[in-house]
């Protein structure tokens, strides 16, 4: 077992594990700034999750799908009912963001959707350690006898998909997005 903690229903946010063994992800995400562009005295929302180290990033639909599709899973063989194992998540799709952005007020100005496979290398346990880092929450409806065993059996569901050439992925799915506030009419 790695040295990640235990999922807990808790759900307990530790930054310094996610620096330390998912700092991975700001790297992968450094070229928003390009499509950003920022000025000076500009605002720019963190949408994202982690320490902040990056801005206008979401997961798209089908984000982490072989994950939550594994811990469903489970769930069943476990004896529990999929429809107990929600996502906490938001992942809409391109078109489904776009017209929430319209509605608070932005022009998009670019939105795309991308396939971001990303290497768990700082992850002794793989999608296992990924779970216990992140996913908690889909674990809620499990036993805390059983959870353990839970993220044990998902990561092995998940081994087909996501372990390759010796290395552990997770499924991310991403939008990328550019919305302004269109100028205040002058009077």
Known sequence: MSDFAAASPDDAWDAQTYDRRFGFVADLGRDLITLLEPRDGERILDLGCGTGTLTAQLGAAGNVATIIAAVRETAEELGLRADRVASPWYFPTAAEHAAVLERAGLRVRYLGELDRPTPLDDCPDGVADWLRMFGSRLLDGVDPDLREEAITMASARCAPVLYRDGRW???????????????TPAG
């Open 169 to 183: 992925f997770a499924d991310y799915r991403r939008l990328r997005f550019r919305a302004e506030r269109p100028p």
